[in-house]
């Protein structure tokens, strides 16, 4: 149960931090915002994973920055959608 907290929050800052970092304006709800980032979390620590680079002696910080980057990536595609989606 703790991990499925601790995914949810974790997804959340990554999901916040994604938008923060993303230039412009994004047409993606907070609820959608919060399973990007749990998407990107999950997704970044599969790509850490495969790097080598999933735990560390210290803070991992390439691991959170892949999340973050996968993150921006889902959002960016999701703007996509929902911006063609209204103008339709």
Do not use: C, E
Request: aromatic fraction near 4%; charged fraction near 10%; proline fraction near 2%.
């Amino acid at each position: 149960m703790l991990g499925i907290i601790g995914l949810i929050i974790g997804g959340a800052v990554i999901g916040v931090l994604a938008r923060f970092v993303m230039p412009g304006r994004q047409s993606v709800p907070v609820w959608l915002t919060i399973v990007v980032g749990i998407v990107g979390v999950l997704i970044g620590n599969w790509l850490a994973s495969l790097l080598g680079v999933r735990d560390t002696g210290g803070i991992d910080w390439i691991r959170h920055i892949l999340q973050v980057v996968t993150a921006i990536v889902l959002l960016a595609i999701l703007g996509g959608v929902m911006g063609r989606r209204a103008s339709a």
